[in-house]
């Protein structure tokens, strides 16, 4: 199985750009998860969703991140308009979903510097 | 929501040391899983332990469910092993609570050689 697959594994941007994330689930997973990754905050989770529909979506910082998972096999994470702020590791996961087994896997990370 | 408190937060040990990690957390757990991530950034699987006992070579971990906490052993030390290790749980609460991972502020763990 070739893991939770995220592009890209760097991106460098100005303030004021869009950047797009983006992320492929382990096959056959059905919940998947955003999570970002600072000094000052630690992890946390951004949004997830199971079954391709977002079902919490409480840990977005504000308007200008948005998610979206139009099948199965991808989603992505914007920020319209970025801000120095927003630099950090963006890390996505999924797990499936099999009775009481719920283990949760991570990709590489997205690091995120805006300029 | 779940609290989750991991102890110590920093470590350092000289190559061949053993040590103990704790993870402490308010309440019933679901999943609770550890992880080691390493200089590179990557967050690497090491345990899926919502109770018992699992061993993985150098590596073990426990988990007393009813008295809300988990313990990862590292046997003989290594510096691969430097790094972080995140305890994360997930609680049996309903709604949008369901399915979410609570990670812990994390032990950084430095091995010299």
């Known amino acids: 199985d070739a893991g939770v697959i995220q592009s890209p594994r760097h991106e460098v941007t100005e303030m004021g750009q869009e950047v797009t994330l983006r992320c492929k689930p382990i096959?056959?997973?059905?919940?998947l998860f955003w999570y970002r990754q600072t000094m000052m905050r630690g992890l946390e989770l951004l949004i997830y969703f199971n079954n391709n529909v977002p079902i919490d979506d409480s840990g977005m910082p504000e308007d200008r991140f948005s998610a979206k998972m139009p099948n199965a096999s991808f989603s992505t994470l914007k920020i319209q308009p970025s801000e120095p702020r927003d630099s950090a590791v963006y890390f996505c996961a999924s797990n499936g979903d099999r009775g009481s087994y719920n283990e949760q896997f991570f990709g590489p990370g997205t690091r995120l510097t805006v300029l | 929501g779940i609290q989750v408190e991991q102890s110590p937060p920093d470590l350092i040990l000289q190559e061949g040391a053993n040590s103990t990690l704790r993870c402490n957390f308010s309440d019933s757990v679901n999943n609770l899983q550890w992880f080691h991530q390493n200089p590179w950034g990557q967050l690497i699987n090491l345990f899926y332990i919502p109770s018992g006992t699992k061993q993985n070579g150098r590596l073990s971990a426990t988990t007393v469910a009813t008295e809300r906490y988990s313990l990862l052993y590292i046997s003989s030390s290594q510096t691969t092993d430097s790094g972080v290790y995140f305890c994360a749980v997930m609680g049996f609460g309903g709604g949008t609570s369901y399915g979410k991972l609570t990670f812990g502020q994390g032990t950084i763990l430095t091995v010299h050689p």
């Open positions: 096959s056959g997973h059905n919940s």
